[in-house]
């Protein structure tokens, strides 16, 4: 390995024939966030693939990690890649057969460039295999057999170019001398043109004689400098002509011309002029193409009498910016001169930039930073001068732009903030335009992808809203859909509505509604009852299902319509299976006179508890009327004598429901001006018979009750007669005096007895005794009629008078109350 000093100060190792060198250099790094190096190997072609070429790892001073982790890759604009980079272990292999003389021809030194591309953060690094060449090659003509027509007048000293030959190899290995068979009229000389090419040239030394020898077969050799030596041969066949003492010579030596690449057909380059001083037919010369190895026979053509030289094939700058033809003018005697034709092309702009892409990252996330880089791409022009200088834009107005950190190699990054909710996928086209004029460009599209971040919460189009159902509702029916929106996409858009664990009269809002979590649909869990619950107000959560999710909420006033699902109630008058109150209303009563008012509610709302009141039944319709609106009831005329004392009104109340419901009420209505007379009226009633078995079987028990009763006073009355008995017995027989004994207050000052005060109660019969009735302790007057539905007998006014009980002071007392008592009540029962 030999060792250079390269631009970017890295150090560079290859092989000797005479060991191992190494050389260690300071490295740099440059601006831009670019690691650039430039590493020279040298190899000999035709190397097997596989075959070692160096250690890129070791020589830029990388190691494996950096290699993998940057996705190191070799980067070429060439079709063939004749290396390859072995990330594992760092070492750079050839890849394919490398010819040396098919890769650069005749230019020396034979070299390939490329680089290696590293990213995160991006390193690009320069490469250059030389190619040393070895002898593989032999010279060879493009004839095997070269005809020569010699007069035999020729001069000595006369000069005879010949056919080159043509070694593909280079330097040592080239073309190094020719031979000349022997003979006794021709030595050989030989020349370099300005490139270095050898030629030679037979020279005439001693005079021919055409009658000695008309034919001569020399041979010519052309040997390299390589080892082993290699050879090739041409044969030389000169046939000496008569009498032609002149060669033609040409003006000039060296012809220059410009012509224009893609020049068209038969384009003029330059003419070229030979002069024979010979007369007639020996004077007559001829121009043709002296080399025809090198192929120029293709792109020029010489008009063999003019000397016109024209354009034949496609002239292209990029391939060879000069041509040198070797032209050769001769006479009709075989007399020759040559001269050497330089023609340069000049560039024109006929190529377009070529973009090539070396690194593509889509899809991008939508939270990248601005100056994320999506992409590395290279630009070429293979014209020259300003025709070759490249820019690149960015068409249209979009969030990126380029930035160029190498030559022809460029950056495409983000220049703000992506959002895919506004811009999912762009299309990025860069535009290459050189300088030339008129200027060419081209054009490269790329697609690129926004990938979705979870950056937009579920949004409901309202803030509120409004949900109505109807009362006694089924269980599950659906009341209202909720829609939430994500912007986002894919699992960041799958939204789930959640209900808000929220309390309503002491329950969880759970026990009232549901809600579906993939559909959004709000259901009732059981049915609703508008008089008990009016209004529900609950809150939906909708939540995304990105990491983390994101969630919005919204609130749901659910409104419960009312239905005409309660009748209407009647507070007064209060209907019950006792007493019911009846209204007296004095014959003296004018036309108009307020008996009543029903009053009746409905726990509905709205228009089902707008209440009417109507007169069903009425024993006399023509006296009382009832208002529609109030439920006053008011005589419609004089009352008279000869009208009922009892009057019955059936009152139905109704709502304003559809269907509507209604409520009966009947009032009693007593037509008199005493109590007496309603009294002696009104024992008629119809009494419900409410008296069945039941009242039998409260009777027996009652009876039952009051025997026992009965028999335990009489025990425990013997029983205090037998201990006084006892007692009185002990005294007696005492010795001590007899002191008599009487209770406290035994004295009565209101009365004789052993109760001190009037005990006063009233017991009102009927002619049925099983509907008497009884009461102790009443107050005084009373101003209201009793009616008891249950009893068919006259109703009386009942007036007791209550007195204080003094405790008795010992237990016959005592027991004689109880037994007056018990048979009050035993009486009672009897008569009822």
């Not at 650039?36 to 160096?54: Q, V």
């Not at 007399?335 to 024109?348: A, G, P, Q, R």
């Not at 599950?476 to 699992?491: F, H, K």
């Not at 009750?705 to 006892?726: G, M, N």
Request: aromatic share 8%; glycine share 6%.
């Amino acid at each position: 390995m030999a060792c250079g000093i390269l631009p970017f100060g890295l150090c560079v190792k290859w092989r000797t024939g005479c060991g191992q060198n190494w050389l260690l250099l300071v490295f740099f790094l440059y601006l831009n966030q670019m690691v650039g190096g430039h590493i020279r190997y040298a190899i000999p072609e035709e190397m097997k693939k596989g075959s070692l070429i160096g250690n890129v790892a070791q020589d830029l001073g990388l190691d494996l990690k950096r290699l993998r982790s940057g996705r190191a890759r070799i980067v070429t604009g060439e079709n063939i890649q004749y290396t390859e980079l072995k990330t594992d272990k760092g070492t750079l292999v050839v890849n394919e057969r490398i010819d040396r003389e098919q890769l650069c021809g005749d230019v020396t030194p034979c070299s390939f460039s490329f680089e290696v591309i590293l990213e995160n953060p991006m390193e690009l690094h320069q490469i250059t295999v030389e190619i040393t060449d070895i002898n593989d090659h032999s010279p060879t003509f493009k004839r095997d057999r070269i005809n020569f027509e010699i007069s035999e007048i020729a001069n000595i000293g006369s000069r005879f170019p010949l056919t080159s030959a043509e070694d593909p190899d280079v330097g040592v290995n080239g073309l190094r001398e020719y031979f000349l068979s022997d003979n006794n009229n021709f030595v050989l000389k030989q020349n370099s043109n300005a490139d270095g090419n050898k030629y030679a040239e037979m020279v005439l030394q001693k005079p021919l004689d055409r009658e000695t020898n008309p034919k001569l077969s020399l041979k010519l050799i052309a040997v390299d400098g390589g080892s082993p030596q290699r050879s090739g041969t041409v044969n030389l066949d000169i046939v000496v002509l008569d009498a032609n003492d002149n060669a033609p010579v040409f003006n000039q030596s060296v012809y220059k011309a410009t012509v224009m690449e893609n020049s068209p057909k038969d384009t003029y380059v330059t003419t070229v002029n030979a002069s024979d001083a010979d007369y007639g037919s020996n004077s007559i010369v001829t121009y043709y193409f002296t080399d025809l190895n090198s192929g120029l026979h293709d792109m020029f053509t010489v008009d063999g009498k003019t000397g016109v030289i024209l354009v034949t094939g496609s002239i292209d700058f990029e391939m060879d910016k000069k041509y040198e033809i070797r032209i050769e003018a001769k006479d009709q005697g075989g007399l020759t001169d040559s001269c050497k034709v330089i023609i340069e092309v000049s560039d024109v702009n006929d190529n377009t930039p070529a973009v090539s892409v070396m690194s593509f990252t889509s899809p991008v996330s939508e939270d990248s930073p601005p100056g994320t880089t999506i992409g590395i791409i290279n630009v070429k022009d293979l014209d020259s001068g300003d025709n070759g200088q490249v820019t690149c834009r960015i068409e249209e107005n979009a969030p990126f732009k380029i930035k160029s950190n190498l030559r022809n190699y460029y950056t495409l990054v983000t220049d703000t903030v992506l959002d895919r909710e506004s811009v999912s996928e762009y299309n990025i086209t860069v535009v290459a335009t050189d300088a030339g004029m008129p200027p060419l460009s081209s054009k490269r599209t790329f697609h690129l992808k926004v990938s979705d971040v979870n950056d937009n919460a579920p949004v409901f189009p309202q803030g509120v809203y409004n949900a109505f159902i109807t009362e006694n509702n089924s269980p599950g029916v659906s009341v209202i859909t909720l829609r939430a929106r994500d912007p986002d996409e894919n699992q960041n858009a799958r939204i789930s509505y959640i209900l808000e664990d929220t309390n309503i009269g002491g329950s969880p809002v759970s026990g009232f509604v549901s809600v579906n979590a993939e559909s959004g649909v709000v259901h009732a869990v059981r049915s609703f009852d508008y008089e008990q619950l009016k209004q529900l107000v609950f809150v939906v959560k909708a939540q995304d299902g990105g990491s983390p999710p994101l969630s919005s909420n919204v609130t749901v006033k659910m409104v419960i319509q009312d239905q005409n699902d309660n009748p209407p109630q009647v507070l007064y008058p209060v209907q019950t299976g006792g007493s019911v109150v009846a209204e007296m209303v004095p014959r003296a009563a004018d036309v108009g006179y307020l008996v009543t008012k029903v009053v009746a509610v409905d726990v509905d709302s709205g228009q089902n508890a707008w209440l009417s009141y109507k007169l069903q039944k009425a024993t006399d319709r023509a006296l009382f009327e009832v208002g529609l609106q109030n439920g006053e009831i008011r005589t419609i005329r004089q009352v008279n004598d000869k009208d009922a004392v009892k009057q019955r009104l059936t009152v139905i109340v109704e709502d304003n429901g559809q269907p509507s419901r209604s409520a009966t009420v009947i009032v009693n209505v007593a037509v008199a001006d005493s109590f007496p007379e309603v009294l002696s009226e009104f024992t008629d009633f119809t009494h419900d018979k409410e008296y069945n078995d039941n009242l039998t079987f409260y009777l027996v028990l009652a009876l039952a009750v009051v025997s026992f009763l009965f028999i335990t006073c009489v025990v425990v009355i013997i029983s205090v007669k037998i201990y006084r008995w006892r007692q009185s017995r002990t005294l007696f027989h005492s010795n001590l005096p007899v002191i008599p004994y009487y209770p406290p207050r035994y004295s009565d000052t209101l009365g004789t007895g052993t109760l001190q005060h009037v005990y006063n109660y009233e017991v009102c019969r009927t002619t049925d005794s099983r509907k008497s009735d009884c009461k102790f302790g009443g107050a005084g007057s009373q101003n209201v009629l009793i009616m008891d539905p249950s009893s068919t007998g006259t109703m009386q006014r009942i007036q007791s008078e209550k007195s204080i009980l003094d405790e008795p002071d010992s237990p016959l007392e005592v027991s004689l109350l109880m037994l007056f008592i018990l048979c009050a009540d035993i009486n009672l029962f009897v008569h009822w």
